[in-house]
């Protein structure tokens, strides 16, 4: 039997396959149902300083290969999430917060509380999409670098960061100059597309209310872009990639590690499949790399070939 599991930022992970933060993540309720999955860690939303409602419904639109959303955050507060890792430790898995404050003050305080808790990690969201009048860091390098840098400073936890798409080279080469200088425990990349707009023909209106109906697409749509981001990234820092974005099925996940990711977080599908899914992924890559004769991830890690 193929063997799945994956060390990684101080963790150990029983297998490669979690959940992303975002679907379905909110509640402890529904953290625990993440945790009796066979997904190998619990991600926890985004959370933000304080509780927050979110944006105006309709706010996510499932789609024949992937989804739209402007949920706004619509998180607990801060101050649940740090209380859930002890509350979730029975499934004897990796917990991760996601942080995603609206300004650094508040990422600060975010983390110092965490730094007491006994959450796994921290994932810094730097690319929510969907916050009016907030654009997203990773896309501002000067602001990255400063983010990134303070959040190290205050985190005891190990720490990585979400990061949006990226379409050029030139800035694939910026953003790992940041990552290289501050060196945070991993990268998850990516964050759904932002921006897009899904129009109802027979409405003659957008599918999602928020700012217009413009709003982050995710699913399938998005996996070349997510599974270029990997490798690019994989080919310039030195450092765990989590791939995200479009993985659905065992074949989605080999490619991601071909390309140089170290484990996979599944978003959409499980929104739209629910928590089998983590299970089905599982097999049908223990499958995929028994047919290859691959009996570990390192076997075939980074290892894409040429055309
Ligand atoms: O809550 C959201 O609207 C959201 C977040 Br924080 C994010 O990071 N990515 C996304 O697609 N939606």
Not at 281 to 304: N, P, Q
Request: glycine share 10%.
């Amino acid at each position: 039997m193929a063997d799945l599991s994956v060390k990684m930022a101080g963790m150990d992970f029983r297998s490669c396959i979690f959940n992303a933060a975002g679907p379905k993540d909110v509640t402890l309720k529904e953290l625990e149902t993440i945790g009796a999955s066979r997904s190998a860690a619990i991600t926890m939303k985004s959370c933000t300083k304080e509780p927050r409602q979110g944006n105006e419904e309709p706010r996510y639109y499932a789609l024949d290969m992937g989804s739209i959303n402007s949920m706004g955050l619509p998180n607990l507060g801060y101050k649940e999430y740090v209380k859930f890792p002890s509350l979730l430790k029975s499934f004897g898995k990796p917990v991760i917060a996601s942080v995603s404050g609206l300004c650094l003050e508040d990422n600060i305080q975010i983390l110092e509380a965490f730094n007491d808790s006994e959450v796994s990690a921290i994932e810094l969201n730097l690319s929510c999409p969907n916050i009016k009048g907030k654009p997203q860091i990773g896309y501002d390098f000067a602001q990255m670098d400063e983010v990134l840098k303070e959040a190290l400073r205050i985190s005891k936890k190990p720490m990585g960061v979400k990061l949006p798409p990226y379409f050029d080279f030139i800035h694939f080469e910026e953003a790992s100059g940041i990552l290289k200088r501050r060196k945070p425990a991993f990268v998850s990349c990516i964050n759904s597309i932002g921006n897009a707009l899904v129009i109802d023909a027979e409405k003659e209106a957008p599918v999602i209310k928020p700012k217009g109906g413009f709003g982050g697409l995710g699913g399938a749509y998005i996996k070349y872009t997510a599974l270029a981001n990997v490798r690019k990234f994989y080919e310039m820092i030195e450092m765990p990639i989590i791939g995200v974005g479009g993985i659905s099925s065992g074949k989605d996940a080999f490619e991601f590690i071909l390309a140089g990711a170290s484990a996979v977080q599944i978003g959409t599908a499980f929104m739209e499949e629910g928590p089998m899914i983590f299970g089905r992924v599982h097999d049908e890559l223990a499958s995929f790399m028994a047919r290859k004769g691959y009996t570990r991830l390192d076997d075939f890690r980074g290892r894409l070939k040429q055309a």
